[in-house]
């Protein structure tokens, strides 16, 4: 019997004690790897660059660079989960997070700085995907949105832990990463221990081969899309937004400010979830990207305005979380036979875009300025709302296209 059968048939009491134990430890993992190891750099630079030694154009190589490991780990949990269970990558983004916020925590240059940067990027790419396996076993149907959306919003609540760190610690960037790293071990040990060992699969002999035309085909090619481009528009945010703040005249604890507000927003997005319940994926989808893309023409058009920032702050918060969210479940829907694979895609996809995305922003501020730069970012995030989960009259049609994938061999 499938777990959330057996979830189903619980007490009320169980249920909540189940569903719990399901996504506190999970949105804990994903706000230490995601909002505190990979984002936290963007809310540190400033302090950074001034002590190690970090231009603008460096910045955006680094950024990059640390996307970049986040792909690779993100394609090689892939066969992580598949051979050894989730609970192995769940321990290695917990180890890679602590090990990396270290590193960059020490770091006497530029380099250093980037390879602990780097490191720290990598644990995202193994925090993530385990979870689609754990929630299509664990959580009943009816809450598998709900689940997920608490789960991937776990990244906002780790940025609104990091602000008021670091808005606290002032000037004090090596200690707010070692406040990080201490943050990371606990939720690493208490993620690692409640995950279970093995996810099973109904029907194993039927699960596709890990093949391109699995992977992209016309049910999947929309949603791969726009990952890549909400990835490409939201990283220029994360990493320039508080340098940008900076560079327009707000203080140092105005702009940390407004990057916690930022995360206390995905607070907001954590019942995206039962948004799509209500509205659907495709107009919760729509919405969400609208929101985006809004926020970041008022950040550009706004930055010395304290106000009209700390509303785009919100809307960023509030519209990123819920946008990943509803890939998310839109994911579980295209690769229903193999949930943390197509997560894995999907978010490869949209590191592509976090890739290019700083590196190109990094070289843009210097010739168009943030103003410019942040403005074209939230014409990328607008566009990728014409790739948008299908219509009923579409899905009936994709329904027919059958993936050409042989079955795994045991």
């Excluded at 996504?23 to 994903?30: H, R, T, Y």
């Excluded at 540190?44 to 154009?57: D, F, K, R, W």
């Excluded at 490869?348 to 300025?369: D, F, R």
Aim: with cysteine; hydrophobic share 55%.
């Amino acid at each position: 019997m499938r777990a959330d059968r057996g979830t189903l048939s619980a007490a009320p009491g169980q249920q909540v004690g189940s569903f719990l134990r399901l996504v506190v430890p999970g949105a804990a993992l994903i706000a230490v790897t995601f909002g505190l190891a990979r984002y936290g750099y963007g809310l540190l630079l400033p302090e950074m660059q001034s002590e190690v030694g970090i231009s603008s154009h460096t910045a955006g190589l680094i950024a990059s660079g640390a996307y970049a490991s986040y792909l690779v780990t993100n394609l090689a949990v892939i066969w992580l989960t598949v051979r050894l269970g989730p609970r192995w990558p769940i321990a290695l983004a917990a180890g890679l997070a602590a090990a990396g916020m270290t590193m960059v925590a020490s770091a006497r240059g530029p380099a250093e700085a980037a390879v602990g940067v780097v490191v720290a990027g990598a644990a995202a790419g193994f925090a993530l995907p385990p979870y689609a396996d754990i929630v299509d076993q664990e959580a009943p149907p009816s809450r598998r949105p709900l689940a997920w959306s608490i789960i991937s919003s776990g990244t906002g609540r780790g940025v609104a832990v990091a602000g008021p760190v670091a808005v606290g610690l002032g000037d004090e960037w090596r200690l707010a990463w070692l406040t990080f790293v201490v943050l990371a071990v606990a939720a690493g040990i208490v993620a690692t221990a409640l995950a279970p060992a093995k996810v099973r699969h109904e029907g194993r002999a039927r699960l596709p081969q890990l093949s391109w035309t699995w992977f992209v085909c016309p049910k999947s090619r929309p949603l791969l899309l726009s990952s890549v481009l909400i990835g490409a528009g939201s990283a220029v945010w994360w990493t320039f937004s508080v340098e940008a703040l900076r560079a327009a005249g707000l203080s140092a604890g105005q702009a940390r400010f407004a990057y916690a507000v930022c995360g206390v927003a995905a607070i907001v997005a954590s019942w995206s979830g039962s948004v799509v319940n209500r509205i659907g994926l495709r107009n919760s989808y729509l919405a969400s990207c609208a929101l985006l893309a809004a926020a970041l023409a008022l950040v550009a058009l706004g930055t010395s305005q304290l106000v009209l920032v700390l509303l785009a702050a919100l809307l960023f918060g509030v519209a990123y979380n819920a946008v990943v969210a509803s890939q998310g479940i839109w994911s579980a829907q295209v690769f229903a036979r193999r949930p943390s694979a197509g997560l894995a895609a999907v978010s490869t996809a949209l590191t592509l875009g976090t890739i290019t995305g700083p590196a190109l922003a990094g070289s843009a501020i210097h010739t168009l300025g943030y103003t410019r730069t942040l403005l074209a970012a939230a014409v990328v995030g607008g566009v990728a709302a014409f790739f948008c989960p299908p219509s009923a009259r579409r899905r009936e049609i994709l329904a027919k296209h059958q993936c050409h994938a042989a079955p795994v061999r045991d």
